[in-house]
């Protein structure tokens, strides 16, 4: 034991026990590097995979009268992404901003027929005709103030987005001088997922 540290097997012992650390060492610094590789890279293809998508928004809100005074109104919906919003259906609920006693909920229920493509940068004017819901004039002759939920669902691939977007309007202020809107009213787009 006195010649341990002078003994030449010593030194092999030692080398091959510190080589054999260091390999340990590497291999669990290269297991993390390469596992924190793959977590960035990932981030970075979600982030791209979101940046390069189309996002629909409201950029415009109406109630309208046609020249035999049908209710109804004009939105204009643009698509701000790069890539084109395909198998697009605007969808809306409108309904009394507060309800009466005892009255049984009848919501406007609007929803489109047909799918559309809207392109980047393009936008999508719809003008909804409301005749055919009879409670609505009978809301605006209450003076009631009602509430517009609007979803615009779209589609890239095999991935769906919707934006939703609230109007309400104000039957119950005063008319708004004309020329301007026919009735008080506000506008929000509320979420894009």
């Known amino acids: 034991m006195e010649n341990w540290g002078n003994n030449p097997a010593t030194f092999g012992a030692v080398g091959t026990t510190g080589a054999a650390i260091f390999a340990i060492v590497a291999i669990v610094v290269a297991w ?6 793959r977590r960035q890279g990932g981030a970075l293809q979600a982030e791209v995979r979101d940046r390069m998508r189309p996002w629909v928004g409201l950029f415009g809100f109406e109630f309208v009268r046609d020249h035999a005074g049908k209710a109804g109104l004009c939105l204009q919906l643009r698509n701000f ?6 198998q697009a259906r605007l969808c809306l609920i ?5 309800g009466n006693p005892g009255e049984q909920p009848n919501p406007i229920n609007y929803r489109e027929s047909t799918y559309k493509v809207l392109i980047p940068e393009e936008d999508g004017n719809y003008r909804i005709s409301l005749a055919q819901f009879s409670q609505l004039e009978g809301w605006i002759a209450d003076k009631r103030d009602l509430v517009i939920k609007g979803t615009f669902e779209y589609a890239l691939d095999e991935r769906a987005f919707e934006s939703q977007f609230e109007a309400k ?5 005063p008319t708004p001088p004309t020329p301007g809107p026919l009735v008080e009213m506000n506008w929000r787009n ?3 997922t």
Not at 81 to 86: D, H, I, K, Q, T
């Open 169 to 173: 309007l104000w039957f119950s202020k």
């Open 32 to 37: 993390h590097s390469l596992r924190e590789s």
């Open 94 to 98: 409108v309904e009394p901003h507060e």
């Open 190 to 192: 509320t979420s894009a």
């Open 81 to 86: 992404g790069p890539l084109p919003a395909r």
